[in-house]
């Protein structure tokens, strides 16, 4: 199966990077699912789309759902059957905010599915599991079980390891790391991650593999550069734009 990065960055796209988006296009037969809709999204319209796209909101933050808007760009001229599943009140957010006159002409036309906080259901054939994350207005989790693959997508959370049972063994673990070792204090205050917080999640919940993203755009540096996380756990990888990852 793979994860393809269509956007890495937290807050704003750089120069390098669009914001949080994963696509995993064969999730199933004839079925994509798209992990948050940051700016990163319009790059599916450059990309095939099965018949079926099932898009998992972590929360109502721009950096996630503001590529919702370019779905007019991405399904034009094609048929796809588009979901997109979050909280009540990221949906609410989503349908009522911003797709709604003056920020966006149309309003939204496509199913919209709310997950209740901890609800485990299935979508094409996978195992769908939620679990509550620390983070200014909240973020959602997400554990996806196939019969013989699993991955977890952790982000926007504070470092705090809460969720450790709920992404234990998984074999990829695509987490959120938006700030820097140095920057833990600030990390702590605004409820995101450092290399090293991450680090310790991973080898803690005994994961096979660990993809980071969601880098803070106000760093000019290379987030590999910045930190050791090789070193804390060597089956890592800081993520970027157009990079796809088998698992
Ligand atoms: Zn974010
Ligand atoms: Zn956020």
Redesign the pocket.
Known sequence: MKAEFLGTAGYHPSEARHTSCVYLPDAAPDCGFVLDAGTGFFRLAHRPLPKRLDIFLS?A?L??VVGLTYLLDVLVGRQCDVTVWGLAETLEVVGNDLFDSPLFPLPFEHTMQTIEVGEVFEVCGAQVSTFPLT???G?LAYRFDWPNRSLAYIT?TAGDGRYLDFIRGVDLLIHERNFSDDLHEVADASGHCTSEAVARVARQADVQKLALTHFNPLSQTDPAEEDQLCAEFPNAIFAHDGQTLEF
Do not use: A
């Open positions: 929360h933050h950096d996630h983070h200014p207005g973020s926007d």
